[in-house]
């Protein structure tokens, strides 16, 4: 493999392999940029933004651990950090007394959605793309993105708008809870659809 050798960059393989590397530290800068204006670590940050999208029931330590790729342990260091900051606190899941999820505070909601600009640079690049390159781009990501999820590199939780077991307006004559999980064999309020889940299976293309 060429790797990072700067000899062997002549490949479009090669080239895009550098330019990846170099887009992934230009948005680990940034979120350490963002992270620490609002005086929090990186690991802090992606902790908040994880809290804000994922299931209720993903939302904790283990689930805080396999996000940020870390021990249980220094999952569980990041949230005590957090809990003193008062921006999340601990609480036992409604349906199950016996799990203790994380959830944000007010202070730690309003926290996160001041974090939310990490990626508007890079949505701005995007935007100035053809649609046809977009689209290109959408699928080489998906690709690469299954690719190294089944290596074990990345952990996808996705919303429920590209998986395989979402029925859309199954349910029309519920306006509470219009959509259908067939994971789950349950009704699905419209908000919850935009939450991050770790049963998350992609519709075949
Ligand atoms: S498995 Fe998860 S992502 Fe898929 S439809 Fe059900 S709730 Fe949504």
């Given amino acids: 493999m060429s790797g990072l050798d700067p000899r062997s960059r002549t490949t479009p393989l090669a080239q895009t392999l550098v330019g ?40 904790t330590i283990g689930g805080l651990a396999q996000r940020l790729g870390c021990a249980p342990a220094t999952a569980s260091e990041v949230a005590d950090a ?40 890079l949505e701005a690049a995007l935007a100035t793309l053809p649609p ?34 979402f029925r859309p307006n199954a349910h029309p004559n519920d306006p509470t809870a219009p959509h259908h999980c067939a994971f789950v064999d349950a009704p699905l309020p419209e908000p919850n659809t935009y939450l991050e889940c770790p049963d998350f299976i992609p519709r075949s293309p």
């Fill in 132 to 165: 046809t390159q977009q689209e290109a781009l959408l699928q080489a990501t998906q690709a690469l993105v299954r690719v190294l999820q089944q290596a074990g590199h990345v952990v996808v939780y996705e919303m429920c708008w590209g998986c395989q077991f």
């Fill in 20 to 59: 990846l590397y170099r887009l992934s530290q230009g948005l680990q800068h940034r979120l350490r940029e963002r992270a620490q204006a609002h005086g929090l670590s990186p690991a802090q940050a992606q902790a908040l933004l994880f809290l804000k999208y994922a299931r209720p029931g993903v939302r």
């Fill in 82 to 121: 957090l809990e003193r900051k008062g921006l999340i606190r601990r609480q036992p899941l409604p349906a199950d007394q016996r799990v203790i999820t994380l959830a944000l505070t007010p202070a730690g909601a309003h926290k996160v959605n001041a974090l939310e600009d990490l990626l508007d640079d």
